[in-house]
């Protein structure tokens, strides 16, 4: 797995992209090439970390492509056989690489990703099922799991396990693999995307492998967070993707049924916290026309 790729898309995330890059290369024995693409911060620091950041191959996008878009362009500027798509708020571990390699030295047909801790060292869970009637929210998740035995402190006893998708915040997938899946589908600005690409792998073969022995740190948030106006666009974009997801993915009374629950079970969350929070107001006046 020496050969290989990481691919990092940044927006104003300066502050956690040189400790995420710092991180890569001080791995040992493994130094794979990377690329940052830029989504137009716009703030005048793209420069400064070109010149730091010698070794680093650097594009500037001249707009916000958004996640999806911003990656397939990536990938078509690399020749490795493996590509690692990797968040800036990320942080690898010492020997993290080597490690990985020789796990899926022998991997065929595979998504790939590894636990992702916060900032307190508690797992994130980075991955998850498929949107659907038993997931459409928090309680419909919790019920199916209880009774279906798929809980995550189940996942977390086993040493690897292959959820229905796992987060493109790490996620490792050879290049012919990712080709002829289609890459990600750039229907999703942001969010989904990854849930998106795992389902269509399965149609070609294609599974996840969640390795609960390797770790890297997440700290979540980082660009979506930034201020106000960001946290409204990227809820409303959760939102809107999970729209794209179902109407994609399922046909006829399946598809209606799955959008009128969703749409219900957003009007009520928003409906109930906007007078109380102005990021639910923001979302609330973005999506009630949707």
Avoid at 18 to 23: E, I, R
Avoid at 40 to 58: A, H, L, P, T
Avoid at 78 to 102: A, H, Y
Avoid at 167 to 174: A, D, R, T, V
Wanted: net charge positive; glycine share 4%.
């Amino acid at each position: 797995m020496n050969d290989f790729s990481i691919i990092i898309v940044n927006y104003k995330s300066w502050v956690p992209l040189t400790k995420c890059l710092d991180s890569i290369l001080i791995q040992n024995i493994i130094m794979p090439k990377i690329l940052v693409l830029d989504n137009n911060s716009n703030d005048d620091i793209f420069n400064d970390f070109k010149k730091k950041y010698k070794s680093v191959e650097w594009i500037k996008n001249d707009e916000n492509l958004g996640f999806a878009k911003a990656c397939n362009k990536g990938s078509k500027k690399v020749k490795s056989k493996w590509i690692l798509f990797l968040n800036p708020d990320t942080l690898i571990p010492k020997n993290c690489f080597e490690k990985l390699t020789n796990k899926v030295k022998d991997s065929k047909n595979e998504i790939i990703s590894i636990k992702q801790l916060n900032e307190k060292g508690i797992d994130t869970h980075a991955y998850g099922m498929f949107l659907n009637l038993y997931s459409i929210n928090g309680i419909f998740r919790f019920i199916y799991r209880l009774f279906s035995g798929l809980s995550k402190k189940e996942n977390n006893t086993k040493l690897s396990f292959s959820p229905d998708w796992i987060s493109g915040s790490f996620m490792l997938i050879k290049s012919k693999d990712f080709i002829k899946i289609g890459g990600l589908d750039e229907k999703f600005w942001m969010y989904y995307e990854d849930m998106d690409l795992c389902k269509t792998a399965k149609k070609f073969g294609i599974s996840t492998k969640f390795y609960n022995d390797l770790h890297c740190y997440h700290f979540h948030g980082k660009s979506s967070r930034i201020d106000l106006e960001t946290k409204i666009k990227s809820k409303s974009e959760v939102i809107k993707s999970s729209f794209i997801f179902i109407n994609k993915h399922y046909r006829g009374l399946h598809r209606k049924t799955l959008c009128f629950l969703l749409y219900l079970s957003n009007f009520i969350e928003l409906f109930l916290l906007s007078p109380f929070l102005k990021e639910k107001r923001g979302v609330f006046k973005k999506i009630i026309g949707f």
